[in-house]
Structure formats: C-alpha cells, structure tokens
C-alpha cells in the first residue's frame, strides 16, 4: 500500500484529541471536519474505490466497504482532519468527479478516527 | 469495434477504430470548451495569475454544476466564497485531464503509463458525468434504462444517440479503470 502526501488527518491528530480532551477542552480549529462522499447514479462502484486506493492510500478492503456505505447509504465519511485538510481533498475529488462536501463533525466526543473507519460509530445527522 | 483495455508487459493498452477516435475527440473537446472560464474585463491579472476568481459565481448549467460542486451542502456563501478560491484551478486541472486525453487519440496504438490511465479515466468520467446530465439520469433506474440502450441501428433521435455514446463510454471507462486497478496490485 502507498501512502499518498496527503494522508493522515485520522491517524495523527484525531487519535489524541479524541480518547484525551473533553469536548470542552476543544477549540474551534480543534473541532474536527469530515469528508463526506455522496452517491450519484453515474461514477462507476470500481472507478470510486480506484480513487479511494489511490488517492488516500487505503488498501483495497477498506477502499470497497466505503464505496459499498456511499452506494448503499447514499453518503460515507471517508476521511477527516481539519477544516484546510478535508476541503483540500474535496478539491481533489471534484478532480476525479466525485461528489464531495466538507461538513463539521458532528459533536466533540466523535471517538476520533479508530485508525480503520472513518464515519464508523460517528452520531448520525438528519 | 473498440478492445477492451488490458493490462500486461507493455502497461495499460486499448485500441480504438478511428470513427470512436473522432468521437471521442469531440467529446473531450465539448467539455474542454464547457470548463474554459469566460474571461472578464474586470478581472485582476494578478489574482488570475495565481487562481482567485472573484467573479465566479455557482454555474447555473447543470451539468457544469455536476462537475464543480458546491463544497458545502447547505452553506451558498461558504461555498461561493471556496469556489473563489479554487474554482479556477479545479477546472484547469480538468482541461488539463482532457487535453492530455486527447492527444493520446493521435497515436496508431493507445499505449497508456499510469499518469496517461489516470488522466483518462478523469476525462472519462467528466465526459459520463456530462452525458448523463443531458439524459437526465437522476437515479439507478434511469440509468438502467439507459443502459439498456444498446443497438446502433436503433439510434433514431438524438436522445437514443446519446444514450448509445453514454453507454459506449461507461464500457471504456469500466475496462480501462479495471485495467487499473489490476496494474496496482502488487507482482508476485
């Protein structure tokens, strides 16, 4: 597996804040932002984990359970970090012609980033 | 008729008749001539130089909307104020993609390295995501009318063509991209 530059936001800050500080103790910028992959009945389920595996780095197991959650749940969180880390992968994925969005993760007790999912465990909203 | 791509000693390798050449050229050269910003008279040479656009403003095509989305989903002020930001550049990147596509068309055999495949695959999936917005496919049971579409001799009207053309794009893409992720896989 290649580790692509810009990987990285759930395994070096979210790991910390999230068994450590308290909500309380979390500042603005510390609040942590999501990478929101949305569903659209044109991009190909192989292209989306292609762009997954090569873009983030993820192997071809985790690349397919969050094409599988965007496809059948309409939207996946596939990565977080801070505001300027989540709306530069966006940039990136409107690139490849996903549909991306960037949206405040929801609370501050979101258990941070267990390492293998991203969105797994996270407070659902609306 | 086209090959599938493969993926084998020589990397990623596809052939096209000419006919689906052309057709791909214009393809290609029709979203290329959708990205190109408008140049405005008022627009600051200096902040063009280095990708702000302070005059760009949410597309109203929808399909253009499609492939330079809103980077937030309920948020129309955010979101203008990013695609000052970084409009501009995404939509270079994409002619780039295209372009780059493009050129490819001009060999005899269409020989791909990993950075021709990845710029492919975009300009694919630019020119699919274009396609199906003049479909109107909304939804998974839109596109599976389209996609049962697949006779040439049926084409009668531009809306079967299209479909046709969508539907012979999805297949390039689909072989190539599998051609891809094959050519990531680690050797034994």
Redesign the interface.
Known sequence: MTLSVALGPDTQESTQTGTAVSTDALTAPDIPWNLVIWNDPVNLMSYVSYVFQSYFGYSETKANKLMMEVHKKGRSIVAHGSKEQVEQHAVAMHGYGLWATVEKAAGGNSGGGKNGGPGKGKGKRG | MAKAFKYGLKGITGFLEPAERELLRSLFDDVVSMLQPEESSSQDPLAALIGLDMDVREPSDRALR????????DDGAASLE?RQL?ER??RE??IG?LRAAALDLDKDELVLAAADA?HW??AL??V??VL?ERLD????A??DHVHQMQDWSQAEDVESYLALVYNFT?WL??SL??A??QS?EPRP
């Open positions: 499609r492939l330079l989305p809103n980077v937030m989903k990013f970084t550049s995404l990147t994409k993609a990845k695959s975009m999936n630019d699919r995501l199906a496919i909304q939804d998974e839109d596109a999805t893409q689909e991209v599998q891809m992720l990531m």
